[in-house]
């Protein structure tokens, strides 16, 4: 059977993809990328903003229109949150919860009588990350949240925490460094919970993936401020943990905060960022802020501007609030005109890219180890490569269409800042 694998939304979705499409090609299904060719087509659906929902059935029609005879799967949290209608839907042959997602392979076997086939080995460069043209690989750690942040849907559709094994993980990061891949990117829901149900911790995992596999380079995905022991940093001290996180704050008042429920104050933050500073020179923050929370008044607005501007971030992801039904938020009074919101997103998008050219300007005159992704050829005929440092900076070079770039680390020269491309450019020194 031939399987097409597709996602919306977050990273965790992306991870679950890589987990579902190794274990077909395992059992010699092999993973394709043109849904005209596929028999069973898996869509892993977002629920995060109405927009995405909205997606979620774009996707899903477009889908059945491309290949109606094709065997149509729907998962992720637009599907565990509208479980009938999914189900009613033109085309859909099989609808997954989120509760069930780690089964689905088997589920979908199961469902369409594939018969099973011997397990084979995969060859380095067979992974179907590989296939679907990626380098960096997400590994789901865990999944759920403890946690209700008022305009969270994300923590009502995936449940509660789970951990998978460290001895799992582990299994799966040595398998890919075999398959070839040098980066990984530890996701989940709540991150920081990891091992709660276990008996382990974010700590523990990370300092046991460092020692038990050889993976050059391993990131964090987003994760929430808090729940980190007061010496996480110190993991940072071995250079193969990257020196960038993704912590989002949301709003720079304690009073909005409030209203959201976080768990995390803006003098906490403050200390946690320091903390990353203080660990790693170049240590790269970025976050989420929402923007027009319900009854955010002018002077939380400036407030939280004055606050995003202090802390000086090396990206900024700027959400308009949209309200969620079945979340708390959803029903909180003083909504914030969207006019009002729509301005307020502009002026911190603007802070964003400010605060973003700052950091980059830093690096200009410095040399990094960029792990390069697939090159392309522009319109000049130049090899064009775009990569990242290890703290998160994108970098583009252009090169001989001889050189083999694609999925190497080399030494860079960081040249110049160009804010059309929202890049750096870099020269490659040599081959790390
Ligand atoms: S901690 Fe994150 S996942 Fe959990 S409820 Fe809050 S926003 Fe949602």
Not at 185 to 191: A, D, P, Q, S, Y
Not at 391 to 408: G, I, M, S, W
């Amino acid at each position: 059977m031939k399987i097409l694998l597709k996602s919306l939304g977050c990273r965790l979705n992306e991870a679950e993809l890589e987990q579902w499409g190794n274990d077909f090609q395992r059992q010699g299904h092999p993973v394709v990328n043109d849904p005209k060719e596929a028999d069973i087509i898996i869509l892993n659906s977002c629920a995060v903003t109405h927009d995405a929902g909205k997606k979620s059935r774009q996707q899903l029609n477009r889908l059945t229109r491309l290949n109606p005879s094709a065997h149509l799967v729907v998962t992720g949290c637009y599907a565990s949150l509208n479980l009938a209608e999914v189900a009613d839907m033109l085309g859909v042959d099989l609808v997954v919860s989120n509760a069930d997602k780690d089964k689905l392979p088997q589920i979908i076997l199961d469902k369409f009588s594939v018969p099973t086939m011997p397990l084979i080995a995969m060859e380095p460069g067979q992974t179907s990350l590989y296939q679907r043209g990626r380098h960096r690989a997400f590994i789901k750690i865990q999944d759920g949240c403890r946690y209700r942040c008022t305009y969270c849907i994300v923590t009502i559709a995936r449940g509660e925490e789970r951990s998978r094994s460290e001895r799992e993980i582990i299994a799966e990061i040595n398998t890919l460094y075999a398959q070839g891949i040098q980066e990984i990117v530890l996701t989940g829901v709540h991150v920081g919970g990891y091992g709660s149900d276990i008996g382990s911790s974010l700590k523990q995992l990370v300092s046991h993936v460092l020692a038990e596999t050889d993976m050059p380079r391993v990131r964090f995905a987003s994760v929430e401020p808090w729940d980190l022991p007061a010496d996480f940093f110190e993991l940072f001290a071995n250079p193969r943990l990257m020196p960038h996180m993704h912590l989002p704050i949301q709003s720079g008042v304690d009073s909005v905060l409030r209203r959201m429920s976080r768990r995390c104050k803006t003098d906490e933050f403050k200390t946690l960022v320091e903390q990353a500073r203080h660990s790693v020179p170049g240590f790269n923050v970025t976050t989420d802020v929402i923007v027009g929370f319900p009854g955010e008044t002018e002077a939380e607005w400036r407030r939280t501007m004055e606050y995003i501007e202090s802390i000086g971030f090396g990206h900024l992801h700027v959400f308009s609030f949209s309200p969620r039904e079945g979340t708390k938020a959803a029903g909180l009074e003083n909504p914030v005109p969207d006019t009002l919101k729509k301005q307020r997103s502009q002026e911190m998008r603007a802070l964003g890219d400010k605060m973003k050219a700052a950091f980059y300007a830093d690096l200009i005159g410095t040399e990094s180890a960029v792990l390069w992704e697939r090159g392309q050829l522009n319109g000049q005929g130049e090899l064009v490569f775009h990569g990242y440092t290890p703290n998160y900076v994108k970098v583009r070079t252009t090169v001989d269409q001889e050189a083999l770039l694609e999925n190497r680390i080399t030494a860079t020269s960081i040249e110049h800042f160009d804010s059309q491309q929202q890049s750096v450019y870099g020269k490659v020194q040599s081959y790390a």
